[in-house]
């Protein structure tokens, strides 16, 4: 068996691995000049490589298809992928949120733990390869009602036809591919992992939803997910640089909170950015209406009641010293600086002239400042994309194709994605390692 993997990222590298594993003479084509370039600068360059948590609290973390990624999950989890590159020479440290990184904190060491493991089985591996199209040809099938014989390794597409499910086989099988220079490359399999359109820079430019859009598959729009917002109130860039812990970040989308959650975040010259936001971007890339906006609790550990108390204390304490002159005990410096200002409240007014209208004004403040958005950032900011190839028309216990015979999916470019702390490149892992078994 021949298979050639399209893609020398995460999901492509472990699919080369794993059908070299299973006995195939397997070639990974890449078209930069190395593998592993979009891996590099994961995780700020640190490239935090999967989640150590329970299987339950994996999927509570999968935004898209979850069902999808039972059998891929079951077949490589984060222990075995962990296990697999400690085996090969990187080793690993659990953080805070499980988050798995390697020991040196330099994802170039992830990276040399893969490229040992393709050398280790064989793999030949092309750079700077750009392939043009993938070959295949027509075989003979029809529709067929469900009572006649089948094999379980047959993909297969459903249709719907009023009272009774109508079955069809793939009519196409993958011969091989053509490289942009003219070369045809003879294939039993091919894999396709070229990831999704984030950090085009990286090379993730979309080819692969074009090749699979010529086989009939359906892509589900791509967009922009794990990014930053662009927020309306003009008192936000005035904020930029700050950063807030432990703070709670609630998502509304046509009035409904649909996201919430406590953790860090950022302000920009933009908007806001940071762990909270990027996970809130991949529910608001589900459904963007334009009455969306998030409440920020700066201080979540407190009521409304307990706030006020501890305001009124402050007050007291401070006096007749200015409003502005004892803020820094309540907020950081630099929403110290600018509270009063978005707030209406006269910095110079003394504290024990402030009324219960001004607290007020800075309760609702601290435990709901409202941000509207108006837009997440775009590819060249988000860290993965959101959509991709409908996993409808994928077989999710071999991940081939429904429509062709021999042409499998991997990683970014299927309709899978979760929230932030390693997940993502966890379904890359383990999708790429169940194409590659093609069992």
């Given at each position: 068996?021949?298979?050639?993997?399209?893609?020398?990222?995460?999901?492509?590298?472990?699919?080369?691995?794993a059908?070299?594993?299973?006995?195939?003479?397997?070639?990974?084509?890449?078209?930069?000049?190395?593998?592993?370039?979009?891996?590099?600068?994961?995780?700020?360059?640190?490239c935090?490589?999967?989640?150590?948590?329970?299987?339950?609290?994996?999927?509570?973390?999968?935004?898209?298809?979850?069902?999808?990624l039972?059998?891929?999950?079951?077949?490589?989890?984060?222990?075995?992928?962990?296990?697999?590159?400690?085996?090969?020479?990187t080793?690993?440290?659990?953080?805070?949120?499980?988050?798995?990184?390697?020991?040196?904190?330099?994802?170039?060491?992830?990276?040399?733990?893969?490229?040992?493991?393709?050398?280790?089985?064989?793999?030949?591996?092309?750079?700077?390869?750009?392939?043009?199209?993938?070959?295949?040809?027509?075989?003979?099938?029809?529709?067929?009602?469900?009572?006649?014989?089948?094999?379980?390794?047959?993909?297969k597409?459903?249709?719907?036809d009023?009272?009774?499910?109508?079955?069809?086989?793939?009519?196409k099988?993958?011969?091989?591919?053509?490289?942009?220079?003219?070369?045809?490359?003879?294939?039993?399999?091919?894999?396709?992992?070229?990831?999704?359109?984030?950090?085009?820079?990286?090379?993730?430019?979309?080819?692969?939803?074009?090749?699979?859009?010529?086989?009939?598959?359906?892509?589900?729009?791509?967009?922009?997910?794990?990014?930053?917002?662009?927020?309306?109130e003009?008192?936000?860039?005035g904020?930029?640089?700050l950063?807030?812990?432990?703070?709670?970040?609630?998502?509304?989308?046509?009035?409904?909170?649909?996201?919430?959650?406590?953790?860090?975040?950022?302000?920009?010259?933009?908007?806001?950015?940071?762990?909270?936001?990027l996970?809130?971007?991949?529910?608001?890339?589900?459904?963007?209406?334009?009455?969306?906006?998030?409440?920020?609790?700066?201080?979540?550990?407190?009521?409304?009641?307990?706030?006020?108390?501890?305001?009124?204390?402050?007050?007291?304490?401070?006096?007749?010293?200015?409003?502005?002159?004892?803020?820094?005990?309540?907020?950081?410096?630099?929403?110290?600086?600018?509270?009063?200002?978005?707030?209406?409240?006269?910095?110079?007014?003394?504290?024990?002239?402030?009324?219960?209208?001004?607290?007020?004004?800075?309760?609702?403040?601290?435990?709901?400042?409202?941000?509207?958005?108006?837009?997440?950032?775009?590819?060249?900011?988000?860290?993965?994309?959101?959509?991709?190839?409908c996993?409808?028309?994928?077989?999710?216990n071999?991940?081939?194709?429904?429509?062709?015979?021999?042409?499998?999916?991997?990683?970014?470019?299927?309709?899978?994605?979760?929230?932030?702390?390693?997940?993502?490149?966890q379904i890359?892992?383990?999708?790429g390692?169940?194409?590659?078994?093609?069992?």
């Amino acid at each position: 068996m021949k298979t050639v993997v399209i893609g020398g990222g995460p999901a492509g590298i472990m699919a080369a691995c794993a059908a070299a594993d299973a006995g195939d003479e397997v070639i990974l084509l890449e078209k930069n000049e190395k593998i592993g370039k979009k891996l590099f600068i994961t995780g700020k360059g640190r490239c935090n490589v999967t989640n150590a948590c329970d299987r339950e609290a994996f999927f509570d973390h999968i935004v898209s298809n979850k069902k999808f990624l039972y059998s891929a999950y079951s077949a490589w989890d984060c222990y075995a992928l962990m296990d697999f590159i400690e085996a090969h020479g990187t080793p690993l440290k659990t953080e805070r949120g499980n988050r798995v990184f390697p020991v040196s904190d330099h994802s170039y060491d992830i990276i040399d733990a893969l490229k040992r493991a393709l050398k280790e089985k064989n793999v030949k591996i092309r750079l700077n390869t750009q392939v043009s199209r993938i070959l295949s040809e027509d075989i003979s099938n029809g529709p067929k009602n469900n009572s006649e014989s089948e094999t379980e390794s047959e993909p297969k597409r459903y249709y719907k036809d009023k009272n009774r499910k109508i079955e069809k086989l793939p009519s196409k099988k993958i011969t091989g591919i053509c490289l942009s220079s003219g070369e045809v490359i003879s294939a039993d399999r091919v894999i396709l992992a070229t990831g999704g359109k984030s950090y085009p820079s990286t090379g993730s430019t979309g080819d692969g939803y074009r090749f699979a859009k010529e086989f009939g598959h359906s892509i589900v729009t791509p967009k922009p997910a794990l990014v930053p917002f662009e927020t309306k109130e003009d008192w936000a860039p005035g904020l930029q640089g700050l950063s807030l812990k432990n703070v709670k970040l609630s998502l509304y989308i046509n009035q409904k909170c649909r996201y919430e959650e406590q953790g860090e975040m950022l302000f920009t010259h933009f908007g806001i950015s940071g762990p909270l936001v990027l996970s809130a971007s991949s529910i608001y890339a589900k459904e963007p209406v334009e009455d969306s906006y998030l409440l920020i609790d700066l201080k979540p550990a407190l009521s409304d009641e307990e706030f006020d108390k501890r305001l009124i204390r402050e007050l007291q304490n401070g006096n007749k010293k200015e409003l502005k002159n004892i803020l820094n005990e309540i907020y950081p410096s630099k929403l110290a600086a600018n509270i009063c200002e978005i707030t209406g409240i006269d910095p110079y007014k003394r504290c024990n002239e402030v009324n219960a209208k001004e607290r007020k004004a800075l309760l609702d403040f601290t435990k709901r400042m409202r941000l509207t958005i108006q837009k997440t950032r775009d590819f060249n900011e988000a860290i993965i994309t959101q959509g991709g190839v409908c996993v409808k028309e994928v077989n999710p216990n071999t991940m081939e194709s429904r429509l062709v015979s021999g042409l499998y999916f991997a990683g970014e470019m299927l309709d899978l994605d979760a929230f932030t702390g390693g997940f993502n490149l966890q379904i890359a892992f383990s999708t790429g390692y169940l194409a590659g078994c093609g069992k």
